[in-house]
């Protein structure tokens, strides 16, 4: 079946330091979505990814959308405290208009202060 | 503009009890619904989905049920609540991307 598989599971790193993670999924994609859930939260959507290749920024957050539209990457530069949370990449359910999302696992950051 | 509600927010029960949790939406025409349920520092596994009145879909079979009987309005329903049964409920509501309501905190004892 359709899968979305997202890398690092956690990720713990100094503040001003950069953090990246990786998402891939298993058919090709019409579509990547990232969201973002602080401790204690709820997701919340970043950003949508449509074409081949495209790359989005958010002021420090890039959002990269694979040539194959198979992956995808979220990079923040110079993390901040206020950063913290776990980031999951999405992709729909192939051939579906049901609105149906395959999430990743997503990617735990900490940031130490 | 569109908003989700859930309740309850945080949620105590026995094994064994019955639940019933609800999710209401505003501000939009039927909305896909969808119910998630999150395990503590775990992904979101989807539960049910849901297109319309009365329209179910399960994505795993366990002794949780779901039910629509308004445009916006989604419940979820035990008849007898397990241990396993413990996490974070989520529902959410889609267009093109999915908003998440505040979720319910399930602890089952």
């Known amino acids: 079946g359709q899968q979305v598989m997202q890398i690092p599971q956690y990720q713990h790193v100094q503040e001003g330091e950069d953090f990246t993670t990786y998402c891939n999924s298993s058919t090709t994609l019409s579509n990547i979505q990232w969201y973002k859930q602080r401790p204690g939260g709820h997701p919340v959507f970043l950003i949508q990814l449509v074409k081949s290749g495209e790359v989005k920024k958010q002021k420090r957050l890039t959002f990269q959308f694979g040539e194959a539209k198979k992956n995808s990457s979220l990079h923040i530069t110079a993390t901040q405290t206020t950063d913290v949370g776990t980031y999951f990449c999405a992709g729909p359910d192939r051939g579906s208009t049901l609105g149906r999302l395959y999430f990743g696992r997503g990617t735990q950051l900490t940031v130490w202060p | 503009s569109q908003t989700i509600h859930q309740w309850p927010a945080t949620l105590v029960q026995p094994v064994g009890s019955p639940l019933s949790l609800e999710c209401t939406v505003e501000?939009?025409?039927?909305?896909?619904l969808y119910w998630y349920r999150q395990a503590a520092g775990r992904g979101l596994q989807l539960l049910f989905y849901s297109v319309g009145i009365g329209q179910i879909s399960s994505e795993v079979p366990q002794n949780l049920s779901a039910s629509r009987p308004q445009d916006r309005q989604f419940i979820l329903s035990s008849k007898k609540l397990l241990l396993s049964d413990s996490g974070f409920y989520l529902c959410?509501?889609?267009?093109?991307?999915?908003?998440f309501g505040p979720g319910t905190r399930l602890t089952v004892l």
């Open positions: 501000g939009t025409s039927n909305p896909n």
């Open positions: 959410a509501w889609s267009k093109h991307e999915q908003f």
